[in-house]
């Protein structure tokens, strides 16, 4: 079931092989970074051929063919390709070693007396940072210079230790699935990056539209249980369910702002009736029939939908405002800290913790976003199993600790360093990671590390 999902996830990325006579043998083992053996990893070649590691991390396959790739996955590490034409066969065998670039944090550095903020990545005229993440220990950024796309491999300290051109121009962003993966995510198209010892690769492209409906959706696993979530209609409500070891469907929680989400019916219902006053008689009994996806609630906010009703000058300033109420969606984000799952619902001003072995729930009271200043963004570090709120003030950044017992602000911290204009907030290991423009009147951003534990208050 691990492994059909694990799948499924990440499109079951395929790679064609060409049939030939007779057979090739192949052995193999597979390790994580400090050489101990992987149990449980898949190796698979193409559609139907696949093999499980077994507790040494042992491996056999027979090929019909030395072409094509092998690609190696396994939960909490991240995936890596081999090409079968790379190895070296003695009469019709061959032997591969493969080592996984562990998921995990590492541990923190907790170095209070160090340098309260560091410059990891620094833009000029010519280059631009779109977005990053945590490959382990390092650093992924995703980074454009001189017109070409880069997906960058750097240390904590900003260190290159790979590079890899993207074959499209047009990526912005960087997604890591709920099995940890990365994602390169384009406009139309998605790249699966795989990690090979410092090397960076890619798995073929797959369509965008795919990621926003298997990939995207997932938000966490634990204990081979995979979470997914889903919006409702105006982003005014979010569903979270999750599928058990064997692929039967669970509802987890379903969160709704009613009240928003019924102003936000009849505004939509008002600008559609208003549209379907500017057009032929056919076109709105498709409407009517719920023919048309203007009908449909759900596809209201695509961007296409909304700009074909702006057609008219007349709904253009309805369907802006519309659009306004529609941001201030519904935040429940759903995290996983240490071995539990924490439910945030800020609708009805509690905090859910679930453990999954065996199954328990327990509700918190919860009240810290009615506070000024809240900005609608939790901050997980995963490596200390601790949870922030993200806050404004008038002096600038103030992340408030949460406690997950009570629900309530333990402890504040104001890094009145960081940049005024910020954003990507993200943190590990006790330091902030953002993306900040140092100077309003210089449009370069930097890639900032703030020691969060030297701010506390």
């Known amino acids: ?42 190796v698979t070649l193409g559609e139907g051929r696949q093999a499980s590691t077994d507790s040494t991390g042992a491996f056999y ?18 995936p890596q390709r081999v090409r079968i034409d790379s190895l070296a066969f003695t009469g019709r065998k061959a032997h591969v ?50 017109k070409k796309t880069f997906i960058r491999r750097t240390t904590d300290a900003g260190a ?22 990365f994602h390169a995510v384009g406009e139309q198209w998605v790249w699966e990056l795989a990690l090979s010892g410092q090397q960076l690769d890619t798995f073929p492209r797959y369509r965008a539209e795919q990621f926003h409906n298997l990939v995207e959706p997932c938000v966490l696993v634990q204990n081979d249980q995979y979470f997914f979530r889903r919006t409702g209609p105006f982003r005014q409500s ?30 939509y219902r008002g600008i559609l009736a208003a549209y379907m006053r500017t057009i032929p008689e056919m076109d709105q009994a498709d409407i009517l029939a719920g023919k048309n996806p203007l009908a449909d609630p759900m596809q209201a906010l695509k961007p296409e939908n909304l700009l ?36 945030f619902d800020h609708v009805n001003d509690k905090m859910l913790r679930f453990r999954t072995m065996p199954w328990e729930k327990k509700e918190v009271p919860i009240d810290y976003h009615h506070a000024a200043g809240w900005d609608k963004q939790l901050l997980v570090d995963a490596a200390l199993n601790r949870v922030y709120g993200r806050f404004s003030e008038k002096k600038g950044l103030v992340l408030k600790e949460i406690d997950l017992t009570t629900g309530a602000i333990s402890k504040e911290y104001a890094p009145e360093i960081a940049p005024y204009l910020s954003d990507h907030f993200k943190v590990r290991n006790g330091y902030l990671y953002l993306i900040g423009q140092p100077d309003v009147n210089v449009p370069n951003r ?10 506390s208050r």
């Open 308 to 343: 074909k009703m702006a057609e008219s000058n007349g709904l253009v300033a309805a369907i802006g405002f519309f659009t306004l109420l529609a941001s201030d969606s519904v935040y429940a984000p759903l995290v996983k800290v240490g071995a539990d799952i924490y439910l």
């Open 160 to 181: 290159v230790l790979a590079e890899l051109r993207l074959p499209d121009d047009n990526i912005t962003l960087l997604h890591q699935s709920c099995i940890g993966n």
């Open 1 to 42: 079931m691990k492994h059909f999902i694990a799948a499924l996830i990440t499109l079951l990325i395929v790679l064609n092989a060409s049939g030939q006579s007779g057979k090739w043998q192949l052995t193999g083992n597979v390790y994580g970074e400090a050489g101990e053996a992987l149990a449980g990893a898949t």
């Open 238 to 267: 979010v569903e979270y369910f999750y599928v058990d070891t064997v692929s039967n469907r669970h509802s987890l929680a379903t969160i709704t702002d009613e009240i928003a989400e019924q102003q936000l019916l009849r505004r």
């Open 97 to 146: 070693t493969i080592f996984l670039l562990s998921q995990d944090i590492a541990l923190p550095e907790i170095a209070i007396s160090g340098r309260p903020v560091e410059t990891i990545y620094q833009e000029n005229n010519r280059t631009s940072l779109f977005d990053y993440g945590f490959a382990g220990k390092d650093l992924l950024l995703l980074v454009r210079e001189n």
């Open 446 to 455: 930097r890639l900032y590390k703030i020691n969060l534990f030297g701010f």
């Open 61 to 78: 396959m027979t090929l019909d063919t030395r072409k094509g790739s092998l690609v190696i996955r396994r939960l909490g590490y991240f």
